[in-house]
Antibody
Framework: EVQLVESGGVVIQPGGSLRLSCAAS????????MYWVRQAPGKGLEWVSF????????YYADSVKGRFTISRDNIKNSLYLQMDSLRTEDTALYYC???????????????WGQGTLVTVSS | EIVLTQSPGTLSLSPGERATLSCRAS???????LAWYQQIPGQAPRLLIY???SRATGIPDRFSGSGSGTDFTLTISRLEPEDFVVYYC?????????FGGGTKVEIK
């Protein structure tokens, strides 16, 4: 059974840094592109970043480019999101998600974690 | 950036009726890489349709997707009580990946 479990969400002050983690199991982790998607309270979905199966390619939304860094550890079956220079508008539930097709860079996401809440507030 | 506009914002229908949800892109979606997700309040999104018309594993056949280029549709042939939630479209053919604003299907 595929499982994605996010962790690391906290209440943090503007300007602070945070690292989110996503522990994956139930599939061959290093075969799949992985995604971070966020959802502000009461709002819609916003794609944040994705990383290819081998970690060689990464993409970011303009809203986080230069502040967030996605990475993965294929030995530990884990996905990460390093978040720096946090802003109040980064407050959201952060989901990690898995690509539906293996070795596919452009893919929909067939499995999602339950999310971890990041609150940026003074 | 490809902007996705979903309409209507809210769709009021009765159980057993047919629902037609629209997703319009500001420019052509590469390879018709358009997906639909369902989100129940308090839960993570669930993939329904990918590549415009392919049903994800375990999705009932009352859900179907169609379209091409800039105009895409999710159809629910006969609404079940559990279908009255929010639906999002997403294009994943080019960066940045983008989502539509969502359509809420409510009980009339």
């Amino acid at each position: 059974e595929v499982q994605l479990v996010e962790s690391g969400g906290v209440v943090i002050q503007p300007g602070g840094s945070l690292r989110l983690s996503c522990a994956a199991s139930g599939f061959i982790f290093d075969d799949y592109t992985m995604y971070w998607v966020r959802q502000a309270p009461g709002k819609g979905l916003e794609w944040v970043s994705f990383i290819s199966w081998d970690g060689g390619s990464t993409y970011y939304a303009d809203s986080v480019k230069g502040r967030f860094t996605i990475s993965r550890d294929n030995i530990k079956n884990s996905l990460y999101l390093q978040m720096d220079s946090l802003r109040t508008e980064d407050t959201a539930l952060y989901y990690c998600a898995k690509a539906i097709e293996f070795y596919d860079f452009w893919s929909a996401s067939d499995y999602w974690g339950q999310g971890t809440l990041v609150t940026v507030s003074s | 950036e490809i902007v996705l506009t979903q309409s209507p914002g809210t769709l009021s229908l009765s159980p057993g009726e047919r629902a037609t949800l629209s997703c319009r892109a500001s420019q052509s979606v590469n390879s018709n890489y358009l997906a639909w997700y369902q989100q129940i309040p308090g839960q993570a999104p669930r993939l329904l349709i990918y590549a415009t018309s392919s049903r994800a594993t375990g999705i009932p056949d009352r859900f179907s997707g169609s379209g091409s280029g800039t105009d895409f549709t999710l159809t629910i042939s006969r609404l079940e009580p559990e279908d009255f939630v929010v639906y999002y479209c997403q294009q994943y053919g080019s960066s940045p990946l983008t989502f539509g604003g969502g359509t809420k299907v409510e009980i009339k």
